[in-house]
């Protein structure tokens, strides 16, 4: 079956670290999203996907980049780590363009950074 | 700024009610409607989609787009307490955004 793989599941990591998040999904989507959700703030759009070698920012781009060198996957990286981005991430992807169908979500990558 | 609004919560009904989710959007040129279910330390998944004004029934639920007041709806009939969770509502323009959620319970 198709599916959407994040990693790691939960990472801690120290301020002012580098760290990636790995989403990879067998769906053969164009579309891949990146949200953070925070307590009261739901899912926040991060960056965002519609093939490959287009990335564009969401609402909460600072502080995070991402790359699209292959359909699979969309990793997102925090040059440096600040306790801000302490948070749960979750990677979707979704068949039809610009947002008009079903998101599919990896299980989410819980972030810590002390 | 392109926002959604949910109300708040939390929302507490008892089994067998209706449970009524409310949320509404400022962008005018969102086309496409979504209510997604997340069970606590889960992901979101996608319980109903509305493109067009008026009502949607998928079973217990009903989704109802009024694009001129720029509301969206869910109502939840018979609710059971395996519908405890939060509801997301999420629009599309030029990408996907969502609201803040409502956490509802629903009490045996």
């Known amino acids: 079956d198709a599916e959407i793989t994040q990693s790691p599941r939960h990472k801690i990591t120290e301020t002012g670290r580098q760290v990636t998040l790995a989403c990879h999904q067998t769906?053969?989507?164009?579309?891949m999203f990146w949200y953070r959700q925070d307590l009261g703030h739901g899912l926040r759009l991060i960056h965002y996907?519609?093939?490959?070698?287009?990335?564009n920012k969401g609402e909460v781009s600072d502080g995070y980049s991402v790359s699209r060198s292959n359909t699979e996957d969309l990793p997102l990286t925090l040059e440096s780590a600040a306790s801000s981005q302490t948070s749960v991430y979750f990677c979707?992807?979704?068949?039809?363009?610009?947002?008009?169908?079903?998101?599919?979500f990896g299980e989410g990558s819980r972030l810590t950074v002390l | 700024q392109k926002e959604v609004e949910q109300n708040s919560g939390p929302l507490s009904v008892p089994e067998g009610a209706i449970a009524s989710l409310n949320c509404t959007y400022s962008?005018?040129?969102?086309?496409?409607f979504f209510w997604y279910r997340q069970y606590s330390g889960k992901s979101p998944e996608l319980i109903m989609s509305?493109?067009?004004?008026g009502d949607k029934e998928d079973g217990r639920f009903t989704a109802q787009l009024n694009k001129a007041s720029q509301y969206v709806s869910l109502l939840i009939r018979d609710s059971q307490p395996s519908d405890s969770a939060t509801y997301l509502c999420?629009?599309?323009?030029?990408?996907?955004?969502f609201g803040a959620g409502t956490r509802l319970t629903v009490k045996p």
């Open positions: 999420a629009s599309d323009a030029d990408d996907m955004r």
């Open positions: 769906w053969n989507h164009n579309n």
């Open positions: 996907s519609y093939g490959v070698q287009d990335t």
């Open positions: 962008d005018r040129g969102s086309q496409s």
């Open positions: 979707a992807s979704s068949e039809k363009p610009r947002g008009t169908g079903e998101l599919f």
């Open positions: 509305i493109y067009s004004n």
